[in-house]
């Protein structure tokens, strides 16, 4: 299947990006289990109610620096956002707030906090039949990145010289449609709206994606107000659900393509129920997928869907107590967060002895900034580090 953005490809085609060089460990260094991540982990908090959250040494860098730190539940029950108790939330959100506010303390560098959801992408091959990646997330537990976003490369790379998978993980084909609704959406909800949010859609200006902002500062934002989060993917999930409804039905563990005349008849019923008004490129947008969609045998790899509901969140602090949470649906792409703030990253050698001491300094300076109520205890990678 094929759809070119009504955004405007040239415009997109000349977004010029910056470029980092990271190093990456081995990849035997890290696997996708939970014993992986603790491994991993250079500390470990133990919250109230006796969940484990690790802080993690990520085997593949967001950043070029080592203010890079993943905090991920040592459980994989505890999974995505909309399924989390609100003691496991605002645990989870306060302890990444101290983390984020360690990193900033310590490298003086703009941080942002990236989570990408895909909540059955951990049960799907690595690869769909087509040769294409078939996950957004290959993590179960819920987790974040927190990483820095300065210390570029001296060099940029035009969007349009990259390869059609690259561009498709920076920008989703989909993202202006995808956008449009998510959009309609949430503008209906009066949480949302009574929490100050506006709504801003960016698809040819970085960072990519739907931008919500509130006029709250990150740290009180992420401490008290994670409900939001949660609230904002149970909507994106439900119009997610009643569009997969238009053009599949389940046979299995698999989605069976609808015929031509049933997804007409099923997109005519959803835009007439629909309880708000779409842009009319988006209806148009919409009919034309109803009439051309294609089973995945028959289309270019990169121009396959994502197998079920993928989304990735930016959350950034804009200054003057303003934060912006950044909504990219991944409908078709298989990026993640530093996608979408178009960070095209080139990978060079492994990390060396130096580098992985580096890290040890700043993980130990992280671990005694945070807060106290927190406790945190030094995780295996420190401990087995410094005894090398």
């Known amino acids: 299947m094929s759809f070119e953005s009504s955004a405007g490809r040239g415009r997109f085609e000349d977004i010029q990006m ?5 190093k990456d460990r081995s990849p035997t260094a890290f696997s996708r289990d939970v014993a992986s991540l603790r491994e991993n982990a250079f500390g470990v908090v ?53 983390v984020a506010r360690g990193m900033r303390e310590l490298s003086g560098l703009p941080i942002a906090i990236g989570l990408n959801q895909h909540p059955n992408g951990h049960l799907l091959p690595y690869r769909n039949e087509a040769g294409q990646k078939n996950r957004v997330q290959t993590l179960q537990p819920l987790h974040v990145h927190v990483y820095e976003i300065g210390n570029y490369a001296d060099k940029k790379q035009r969007m349009g010289n990259l390869d059609k998978e690259e561009q498709t993980d920076i920008s989703d084909p989909l993202l202006k449609l995808s956008g449009e609704i998510l959009q309609a959406e949430l503008s209906q909800s009066a949480s949302l709206l ?35 989060l949660a609230q ?9 659900g009643q569009l997969a409804n238009v053009f599949t039905q389940p046979t299995g563990p698999a989605m069976h393509l609808l015929s031509i005349d ?32 294609k089973d995945v045998k028959d289309v270019p790899s990169h121009h396959t869907f994502v197998n079920g509901f993928a989304v990735t969140y ?36 492994e990390e060396t002895e130096a580098d992985i001491l580096g890290k040890i300094d700043f993980y130990n300076d992280l671990l005694e900034n ?19």
């Open 194 to 228: 009574n929490a100050g949010a506006s709504f801003d859609l960016r698809t040819d200006a970085l960072p990519l994606g739907l931008h919500v902002v509130f006029p709250i500062g990150v740290d009180q934002f992420l401490t008290e107000y994670s409900e939001l």
């Open 262 to 293: 049933q997804r007409r008849e099923n997109m005519d019923v959803f835009l007439d129920t629909t309880p708000y008004a779409l842009p009319g490129n988006s209806e148009t947008a919409l009919r034309w997928l109803a009439n051309n969609i």
């Open 314 to 349: 930016t959350i950034m602090d804009k200054g003057n107590d303003t934060t912006l949470v950044n909504i990219h649906p991944r409908l078709m792409s298989r990026g993640n967060s530093p996608d979408s703030l178009g960070i095209y990253k080139e990978n060079t050698s």
């Open 18 to 22: 910056p470029v980092r060089v990271i």
């Open 46 to 98: 133990i919250t109230t109610s006796g969940a484990e959250i690790a802080l993690i040494s990520k085997a593949r860098n967001y950043s070029s620096t080592p203010f890079d730190t993943m905090v991920s539940f040592l459980d994989e029950r505890k999974s995505a956002i909309h399924v989390l108790s609100d003691d496991d939330r605002e645990d989870f959100f306060g302890l990444v707030t101290g």
């Open 370 to 388: 945070l807060h106290p109520t927190w406790h945190p205890l030094s995780g295996p990678f420190l401990i087995a580090k410094t005894v090398m």
């Open 232 to 240: 904002m993917q149970d909507q994106a999930l439900h119009v997610y």
